[in-house]
Structure formats: structure tokens, C-alpha cells
């Protein structure tokens, strides 16, 4: 059946559009110059017109039973009777389907809240008691402000109930508990919300991988701070969002009105060119969910932390997600690194996701790169996934590696653990084709910001480009050089370029071997360093992985 979303307006590709078209544009970075754009007498909405989509799709109003097909009511009437789970619609090759969630919004929206309540099923007090259960940090909960990425999990069982039942004594969770009994799980990627913290938050967003983004916006406050930036990095990184407006038992109805009427003319707008769709009963989490990964339809949902109101019709869109991709286990493996602990007794332990391949109990991997380019073989002493310890991790799968006689302090965040087969390379240099979503000035060579591709996050120096300088809009093929240490690449990763308020996207277009050791003050000094050029890299790939 053809998409709903697609019905009247044709869905967007981004493999077959220009970069400067399939990524947001400067304006939604921006600051606010008032009005809807251009054509603001097709994106504004007249006072009291809360019709869900754009108007052109206002012949297809998805508050209607009409546009309800046969499939979808049979599948809520399955639902319903306790026949439709989420095996019906998710095919999987493993026991147990994983999606991956992003939270993300402004600080004080209600994110840790609503995790607290969805995760361990008991509603807040209205005075954080619920996120308490979920911060890391001593000074997390002496603020109530998320500082570090957070991982939840939310299990539904075949029946889609979810499974999740806190510990009677300490009210912690038991993971192994919740994944024996799941057929699906969910896994939460808990965000910071507050500026100071935006470099956690990219990175989480680059490094996770997340399967969908669910973005926060309090009713009360609407659409204020890091709102628009956050929807801004989940749109550059093509991750499909659905809209939580929270605080619905609180706020007078004439200012959730106001905030839901700013909300979907920010979706509609051209930066985001979404279908805004108001979730309101059952029917419309099928359609919703079922349209949802074509990423034109923005299901918004209004949920009470408090109360519990619009809880179920959340939870049941949740389980009728399913992950985006697919992952084959003949390819060679890849494991990217995003924390590294020492645990006493057992060793120096990485956690990271496996990006590719099949990964077993002692498997000996290259570990790498040091600050000289190099990678060393490391063998896995022990696998640990949702704290369960297991035999085996695949493709999109998060996990922690108890590593053979190394040291904590010789592995940083940014570095990968590969198969021997990929004859892995390290890179200092690389070409990427960038948008520059805002700058307040020009940006020119020797200019310097912050790199976020997957799990790396270093300073970059811009060598040269093909055009003199980028302003705000322009798009370019960009030549990098990392400034610290070299790192492990290839073609077509998504990255993000940032300085302040400087933001760019894009993608690697050609990872350059070699290019000799760290070079000091960007371009000015072009002798030194080439001389361990050497020694700066691992020899060659014949396969072409790391090239392009």
C-alpha cells in the first residue's frame, strides 16, 4: 500500500537530491527573524486552523476514519484483541528486536522524567521523582540537569505489555530480567539538555547511532533554547523524529494551543518540510507508526508525566517501531569505542557498537589507532551486552569487552576495535563535502572547529577548499586535517562541524592516508612532522576499507 505520507506530496530522498537539499538549511540555526519564510501564506496557520499537514495535504485529514485502509483497522482490532505484537510487523533475525531512541530537548522539558516513568512504571510526584532513579552523577541530582548520555531500556513482551518491573527494595531494574522476557526492546538514549552541555549531546547523537530521535518540548515554555537545535542535528543526521509536548496537566489550554500551533509551523516549515500529525486514539498510532520511517510524518504526542495521560497511546507507538537498518554477519568486523573503563578484578573494559560483522568470545582484534597511526592486536576476554554476559555481538549492537593486557590510559574515545581483514589505516587528513548551516561571518582556510564523526570528536584545521570563503548556506568540498591524533575513517560517514555558533554538516568524501605526524599550528608550518610520516600510519589497505 502506497504511503499515506506520500499521498499527495512526493517523499523526500535524500539520496536523490543535492546535499544542499536533503540537509536543513541555515535558517532553522538562525536566529528568529519573524514570520514563516518566504512563502508564509502557505506555512502559517489562520487563528484556530489546527488541520494536521501541510496545506497541501489538507484534503487527506488524518483525524479522519476515511483515510483509515482495511490493513490498519484490522491491525488495531488484532491489537486490541491481544493478537498483533510486535512480531507481526518487525522481522527480525535475532530473538529479540532492538531500536535505539535519542531524547532530546531543551532543559527542563521533562526528558529524564518521562524516562523515569516510562522505564519503571510509576508516575512523578511533579517534584523529580522520577529522574531520580536515573542520574549518574552526585551533582545531576543535586540540579536535576542530565550531563552525561544515559541508556534505559523499555521491554514489551509478545503480547506488547511492557515487562519493565523495578526491584521492590532498591527500585533499580533488572536488565537480564527485562531482556529474557522481551520480545522487543527498546533502548533510550538519555540526552543533556542544557547549552553548556551540547558536545555530550552531539556526541551522543553521532556516536549512538540512534534509530529515531523523540524530541522533547514542554508545553508550558514551547518551543525556546536548544529546541530548534537539536531538531536541527537530528534532521542533518536523517534521523526520523516524533514530537513529546509534556506538561499537559499544568498548562492553561490557551498556551498549549499556542505552543502546538508554533510546533507545527516549525515541521512544516522548509528547514524541516515534516507532516505534523496530532496523535489523539489508537488509530492514529497505527497510521502514524506504520508511515512513520518514510521521515516525512512528525507524529506529536501530549502526555502527562503526572497524571499518566496519553501514556498507552505513547508506549504502543514505541513498540510498533522497528530499526531502520539491516546488518549482515559475513562482513569483517568493526566495533567503534565510546567510553573505556578499569574494573577491579577484571581489567581495562571498552563499550561502544558494533558498526559491522560478527564479533565472538576470543577473537583477536586490531585495536587502534594510537598517536602514531598505528593498530595492535588485542584479544576480547569477555563480551557483556545489557549487562548479560554473552558469546556474541553483531551489527547494531551495543557492548562492553573485557580487553587482554592493555592499559585504561592507551585507549581514548574515537579509536575502533576491527578484523585483521580490513587491514585497517589510520588518517590524518580527509575531504568531505560540507553545508554550512550558520555562521555569523565568513569561514576561510586554517580555520579550526570541532570534528564529531561517529564516536571521534577532535579539532580539525581546514587546509583548503574550492571556494575562497563559506558563508552561511554554502556548500563546498573541504580539505581537514586533525590537529591532535590520527583517526580511523571512511567514506560516506555523516559529520558535524561545530564552533560556537558555527554550524556545518556532511559527508567524507575521500579519507587521505598518510599525510606525515602532527603538524603544529595548522598550515603555517608545513616542514615539520613529515619526516615520521612513516611511522604516522599502518601499511596500506589493499581492500579499500579506510579509502574510498
Not at 516525512?296 to 508506549?315: A, H, Y
Not at 513498540?319 to 581495562?348: K, M
Request: glycine residues 10%; charged residues 20%; aromatic residues 6%.
Amino acid at each position: 500500500m502506497a504511503s499515506i505520507a506520500a499521498a499527495h506530496e512526493p517523499a523526500i530522498n535524500p539520496g536523490s537530491i543535492p546535499l544542499a537539499d536533503a540537509l536543513v538549511p541555515a535558517s532553522i540555526f538562525a536566529p528568529d527573524r519573524g514570520g514563516c519564510g518566504d512563502d508564509a501564506g502557505d506555512e502559517c496557520f489562520d487563528d484556530g486552523d489546527m488541520i494536521n499537514g501541510g496545506p497541501e495535504d489538507r484534503r487527506v485529514d488524518f483525524t479522519s476514519k476515511q483515510v483509515h485502509c482495511f490493513p490498519w483497522l484490522m491491525m488495531l482490532l488484532l491489537y486490541e484483541a491481544g493478537h498483533y505484537s510486535v512480531k507481526d510487523c518487525c522481522q527480525t533475525n535475532n530473538n529479540t528486536d532492538l531500536t535505539w531512541v535519542a531524547v532530546v530537548g531543551n532543559v527542563d522539558a521533562g526528558k529524564s522524567t518521562l524516562l523515569g516513568v516510562l522505564t519503571h512504571g510509576e508516575l512523578d510526584n511533579g517534584r523529580g521523582f522520577a529522574r531520580q532513579k536515573l542520574f549518574r552523577h552526585k551533582h545531576e541530582m543535586e540540579s536535576g540537569r542530565t550531563s552525561s548520555v544515559g541508556n534505559d531500556i523499555l521491554g514489551f513482551d509478545q503480547e506488547g505489555q511492557v515487562v519493565n518491573k523495578p526491584d521492590s527494595h532498591g527500585g533499580s531494574l533488572d536488565w537480564t530480567k527485562i531482556c529474557e522476557k522481551s520480545s522487543k526492546v527498546i533502548t533510550f538514549i538519555d540526552l543533556a539538555g542544557h547549552e553548556k552541555y551540547l558536545k555530550t549531546t552531539v556526541f551522543g547523537m553521532t556516536g549512538h547511532l540512534p534509530d529515531f530521535c523523540m524530541l522533547m518540548v514542554g508545553s508550558n515554555a514551547g518551543i525556546v533554547g536548544m529546541t530548534k537545535e537539536h531538531l536541527g542535528l537530528a534532521l542533518a543526521l536523517n534521523v526520523p523524529v516524533f514530537v513529546v509536548v509534556t506538561k499537559i496537566d499544568m498548562c492553561p489550554s490557551n498556551i498549549l494551543q499556542e505552543t502546538l500551533k508554533l510546533l507545527q509551523r516549525l515541521l512544516k516549515s522548509p528547514g524541516c518540510r515534516k507532516i505534523p500529525v496530532l496523535v489523539q486514539n489508537k488509530d492514529d498510532v497505527i497510521v502514524t507508526a506504520s508511515n512513520f520511517s518514510s521521515e516525512r510524518m512528525c507524529p506529536i504526542f501530549q502526555i502527562s508525566n503526572v497524571t499518566g495521560e496519553n501514556m498507552d497511546l505513547l508506549k504502543m507507538f514505541l513498540n510498533l517501531l522497528s530499526s531502520r537498518t539491516s546488518y549482515r554477519d559475513d562482513q569483517p568486523a568493526e566495533f567503534q569505542i565510546d567510553d573505556t573503563y578499569s574494573v577491579p578484578g577484571v581489567g581495562t573494559v571498552v563499550s561502544g557498537t558494533t558498526l559491522h560483522g560478527l564479533i565472538r568470545l576470543n577473537d583477536t582484534m586490531l585495536l587502534g589507532p594510537d598517536p602514531l597511526g598505528s593498530f595492535i592486536p588485542i584479544a576480547v576476554k569477555s563480551i557483556h551486552r545489557k549487562r548479560m554476559p554473552v558469546k556474541e555481538v553483531r551489527g547494531g549492537q551495543t557492548a562492553s569487552f573485557a580487553l587482554k593486557k592493555i592499559k585504561r590510559s592507551s585507549i581514548r574515545k574515537g579509536m575502533v576495535m576491527v578484523s585483521p581483514r580490513l587491514s585497517p589505516q589510520a588518517t590524518w587528513e580527509f575531504e568531505a563535502e560540507i553545508l554550512v548551516l550558520h555562521h555569523p561571518t565568513t569561514i576561510s582556510p586554517r580555520y579550526q572547529a570541532m570534528v564529531h564523526c561517529g564516536s571521534i570528536r577532535q579539532t580539525a584545521t581546514i587546509l583548503s577548499m574550492n571556494r575562497d570563503c563559506l558563508r552561511t548556506g554554502d556548500k563546498a568540498s573541504v580539505h581537514f586535517r586533525f590537529i591532535k591524533t590520527p583517526e580511523y575513517l571512511h567514506c560516506d560517514q555523516r559529520l558535524v562541524f561545530r564552533e560556537g555558533r558555527t554550524k556545518a554538516v556532511g559527508t567524507i568524501t575521500k579519507p587521505k592516508s598518510g599525510g606525515g605526524g602532527r603538524r603544529r599550528g595548522g598550515q603555517r608550518h608545513k616542514g615539520k612532522g613529515q619526516n615520521n610520516s612513516t611511522n604516522s600510519t599502518a601499511a596500506p589497505s589493499s581492500s579499500g576499507i579506510g579509502g574510498c
